[in-house]
Nanobody
């Protein structure tokens, strides 16, 4: 029912801030019973959970990324965004947004967007 679509810059230079946005349709990020997550997958590696924003706007981040990560939302556009500062080539990955429903035991994924960190 809920659908998610990521958009990002494609290429980011080292030391800059990476920003990617998830546009949600089929449900409101403020009223629907989901938690809105960011996950990434570097090439050849597994999935890494980065953080979450809940429908009340509260946030929680992976301890390994907390110092560089910020998740925000634009309720008027039904979007939530990820910002990752001071990026290095190790931040090159496919970045996914995902909606989690604990009650339904389901996760709904976006298609992902490739972000490459390179000079």
């Amino acid at each position: 029912q809920v659908q998610l679509q990521e958009s990002g810059p494609g290429l980011v230079k080292p030391s800059q801030t990476l920003s990617v946005t998830c546009t949600v349709s089929g449900g409101s990020i403020t009223t629907s019973y989901y938690a809105w997550n960011w996950i990434r997958q570097p090439p050849g590696k597994g999935l890494e959970w980065m953080g979450v924003i809940r429908r009340d706007g509260s946030t929680y981040y992976s301890p390994s990324l907390k110092s560089r990560t910020s998740i925000s939302r634009d309720t008027s556009k039904n979007q939530f965004s990820l910002q990752l500062s001071s990026v290095t080539p190790e931040d090159t990955a496919v970045y996914y947004c995902a909606a989690l429903s604990v009650l339904a035991g389901a996760v709904y994924w976006g298609q992902g967007t490739q972000v490459t960190v390179s000079s």
